[in-house]
């Protein structure tokens, strides 16, 4: 199943060029045009899947192992301390195009990984109140 408006369904079909690191049945591995750091690379599956909420727990397990195995060789191709693993679901989360992608994105020590800014000063009764209404979807 592909998109055929999906600029990753495209790399998938070899109709736009990529910079590819990995390739199986399921999934393929390439480098990010703009990159947060050498050897930024995204693990996508083949198969056009929006979000997280869209893939099945099977899937997801393998994508996962396949994003390990290739976290392992940007590591080591790329000499880095550590690496980000990132995954978006959608525009407000800053997913920019619509098929599942996991980033792999290498950093040293002389890159600072930046978080986004965090709620300053809950209480654990607060916490206690959305931990209640997360977890009663569980």
Request: some cysteine; overall charge neutral.
């Amino acid at each position: 199943m592909s998109n055929s408006t999906c600029t990753f369904c495209k790399l998938v079909k070899k109709e736009e060029p990529a910079n590819w690191i990995y390739e199986d049945e399921f999934a393929i591995a390439f480098l990010d045009i703009n990159p947060i750091s050498e050897g930024h690379t995204l693990v996508i599956p083949k198969k056009h899947i929006e979000t997280i909420f869209d893939i099945s727990d099977e899937e997801i397990a393998i994508l996962f192992k396949i994003v390990k195995r290739v976290a392992i060789a940007v590591k080591k191709g790329i000499n880095a301390e550590g690496i980000v693993i990132t995954q978006r679901n959608g525009i407000a989360a800053g997913q920019r195009v619509p098929h599942l992608h996991v980033h792999i994105i290498p950093r040293s020590g002389e890159q600072m990984f930046r978080q986004t800014q965090r709620i300053q000063g809950q209480s654990h009764e607060e916490l206690d109140h959305v931990a209640k209404k997360i977890s009663k979807y569980m």
